[in-house]
């Protein structure tokens, strides 16, 4: 049996500047959010029998992928490569929409994970958080960011930024703790994966939102 925890996030600054229809005109995006302690869980399980049987607010059994009404699952399912024999149960510390939370990417982050580890197959968290975004905004086409999928699949309290490189992705910092353990700005680097695009700097101990709007390809 395999159990797998992801956290939900608070965002504090730049949301809807991950959507791609704003950092691909704007020169890029950037969020700061942090994972909270609130989180969705997934359960998966082998089955003796070839049959898929997915609980979550509702009981769903089907004798293949294809079948499944529960679209987060299925995606990930067909990601994975899992076709039968297993049962996934997913609950969660809040309602599983609505809440501003990120629940669906802490869910769909969750899943993948879970059917990874299910078949013994060890994956990053860029991996996970790329995959998430695909089945969420490229497959299924919800009108959604990037940041949720990021901020479930990393943890802790992070700055993301958003470019238009070769395909859409993402660089990650986290914010260095000063000697009272409170989070502040620094200076980091950023590693953003496209050839021409390799690092970028933020320094100063506040970032205002022109800062984040300077983070552009050299």
């Not at 691909?24 to 029998?49: H, P």
């Not at 940041?147 to 910092?173: E, H, M, V």
């Not at 700005?185 to 690092?199: N, S």
């Amino acid at each position: 049996m395999i159990i797998v925890q992801t956290p939900l996030r608070l965002s504090f600054l730049g949301g809807g500047t991950d959507f791609e229809d704003f950092y691909t005109v704007n020169g890029g995006g950037a969020v700061l959010s942090s994972a909270i302690d609130k989180y969705t869980f997934v359960v998966v399980k082998e089955r003796f029998d070839d049959m898929i049987y997915v609980n979550y607010s509702r009981k769903e059994i089907v004798d293949s992928v294809d079948q499944l009404e529960h679209e987060l699952i299925r995606e990930a399912m067909r990601m994975t490569g899992v076709e039968k024999g297993i049962e996934i149960t997913t609950l969660a510390d809040v309602p599983s929409e609505g809440t501003g939370l990120g629940s669906s990417s802490s869910i769909t982050v969750g899943l993948l994970q879970a059917l990874y580890a299910y078949q013994g197959v060890s994956v990053t968290a860029e991996e996970l958080a790329r995959q998430s975004c695909e089945i969420e905004i490229d497959i299924l086409g919800k009108p959604i960011g990037r940041q949720d999928q990021y901020a479930a699949a990393y943890g802790g309290i992070n700055k993301f930024t958003f470019y238009l490189c070769s395909d859409p992705s993402k660089t990650r910092g986290q914010l260095p703790k000063s000697k009272k353990g409170v989070y502040e700005a620094g200076e980091y680097p950023l590693e953003c994966y496209d050839d021409e695009i390799k690092v970028l700097l933020i320094k100063g101990e506040k970032l205002t939102l022109d800062q984040w709007f300077d983070l552009k390809p050299l």
